[in-house]
C-alpha cells in the first residue's frame, strides 16, 4: 500500500524558514514522481516542486524558484521541501503527491494517484 506522511509544518515570520518532510512508503523512489502541492483557502491546489529520481531532475513553480528546494533520502525514504525566505502568500496547507512514472505533466494534480493528508504552513507578516 502506498503511503505518505508529511511533516514539519508550523507558523514562522516572513523571511523564515521550514523544511517539510515526505515519508513515503509501499514504493521505489525509481519508479515515481513525487511532488509537491499546496492549497491556500479558496484557492485552487497549486503545484510547488516535484523530484523524478529516474531522471534526475527536479522542478519548480517560478513563485518559489530560488527560494525553496527539494530533495530526497533514499535510506529513509523521505523527501524534504526546504523553504527558505517565506512570504505571507506561501501561506497554504502543503500536501505530498506521488505517481508512477516521469514527472511530466508534474503541475497537474490531476495525475497524481497517491496523496498524504497534508500540513499547514502559516507565514505571518
Known amino acids: 500500500e502506498v503511503q505518505l506522511v508529511e511533516s514539519g509544518g508550523g507558523l514562522v515570520q516572513a523571511g523564515g524558514s521550514l523544511r517539510l518532510s515526505c515519508a513515503v512508503s509501499g514504493f521505489s523512489f525509481d519508479d515515481y514522481a513525487i511532488a509537491w502541492f499546496r492549497q491556500a483557502p479558496g484557492k485552487e491546489r497549486e503545484a510547488v516542486s516535484c523530484i523524478s529520481k529516474s531522471e534526475a531532475s527536479t522542478h519548480f513553480a517560478e513563485s518559489v524558484k530560488g527560494r525553496f528546494t527539494m530533495f530526497s533520502d533514499n535510506a529513509e525514504k523521505t523527501v524534504y521541501l526546504q523553504m527558505n525566505n517565506l512570504k505571507p502568500e506561501d501561506t497554504a496547507v502543503y500536501y505530498c503527491?506521488?505517481?508512477?512514472?516521469?514527472?511530466?505533466?508534474?503541475?497537474?494534480?490531476?495525475?497524481?494517484?497517491?496523496w498524504g493528508q497534508g500540513t499547514q504552513v502559516t507565514v505571518s507578516s
Open positions: 503527491a506521488a505517481r508512477a512514472g516521469w514527472a511530466i505533466g508534474w503541475e497537474f494534480a490531476s495525475l497524481y494517484h497517491h
